[in-house]
């Protein structure tokens, strides 16, 4: 059973944090901040989030913006990250087994996005979601019941990612936040984007009452952004390790990316 998730106030905000850093973040609920009423409203756009003077602005997704979000994923996730382009899967490939299962990631209700506020275009997400110590053994059934030959070694890859860290057991805890997807658009990389979602991430993890948030980073990247926002490496293993029955690699990432490394951080209450 999952714990309740009970937030402490009805307004939370983290202006004194980000005022010395130059910016000015509102997070707040829009009526009452009751734990049910907040999970009859997840993924309705419970919260909102400005920034100044970034030209963009960092909010929680909304239910519309479910196939905006999903558009964004192809374009950029499935063309950027190494994992998911070292197995060749792309946008054509990709099918319904994958959308669906990254679609289930959206209705947890805790994906933020960085929105320009110019156009209100998406430049980046952290799709988030609760990361139990069974979900490992459930992408593995999702593994045995793919046909694509890459999908499921997808599948595979993440099972051993999710299980072998054994962070439940670490941390004496049942549920634990995930970043689960962190990606920018290709035209807005280097703007600091992915290191604000990821710090975001770990604020609304705090507020909403985990005591756990990990980082399955299967690139270099993601692994120093997650190290930036102070996230420890707790598990980590070369690409050339993941080998099939004939001892050959499953997948050969370009470098520097090299190993995939899980990071975890134990969340301090304000």
């Known amino acids: 059973m999952f714990r309740r998730l009970k937030f402490s106030r009805d307004q939370l905000s983290y202006a004194s944090d980000l005022l010395k850093k130059n910016f000015i973040y509102s997070l707040q609920l829009e009526s009452n901040s009751d734990a049910d009423k907040w999970n009859q409203k997840r993924g309705q756009g419970v919260f909102t989030v400005s920034a100044i003077p970034r030209p963009f602005s960092i909010r929680l997704a909304k239910s519309q913006d479910e196939p905006h979000i999903m558009h964004f994923i192809r374009e950029n996730f499935y063309e950027e990250e190494p994992l998911i382009k070292s197995l060749n899967i792309n946008k054509s490939v990709a099918n319904p087994c994958l959308e669906e299962y990254l679609c289930n990631h959206l209705k947890a209700g805790f994906t933020l996005l960085a929105v320009e506020e110019k156009d209100n275009r998406i430049v980046g997400i952290s799709v988030n979601q609760r990361n139990c110590a069974w979900d490992g053994d459930r992408l593995q059934e999702q593994a045995d019941r793919v046909q694509c030959d890459p999908l499921r070694k997808l599948f595979y890859i993440w099972s051993i990612v999710s299980k072998e860290p054994r962070l439940h057991q670490k941390f004496k805890t049942p549920c634990i936040f995930e970043i689960a997807i962190l990606a920018t658009a290709r035209e807005a990389q280097r ?69 995939i490394r899980v990071h975890a951080t134990q969340l301090k209450r304000a």
């Open 191 to 259: 703007q600091g984007i992915g290191y604000q979602l990821t710090v975001h991430s770990l604020r609304l993890a705090r507020d909403l009452g985990f005591d756990v948030a990990r980082m399955d980073c299967t690139n270099e990247y993601s692994s120093r952004l997650a190290q930036r926002a102070g996230m420890e490496c707790m598990w980590s293993v070369p690409y050339k390790h993941l080998v099939d029955c004939d001892k050959k690699p499953v997948v050969k990432p370009d470098n520097p990316h090299t190993h």
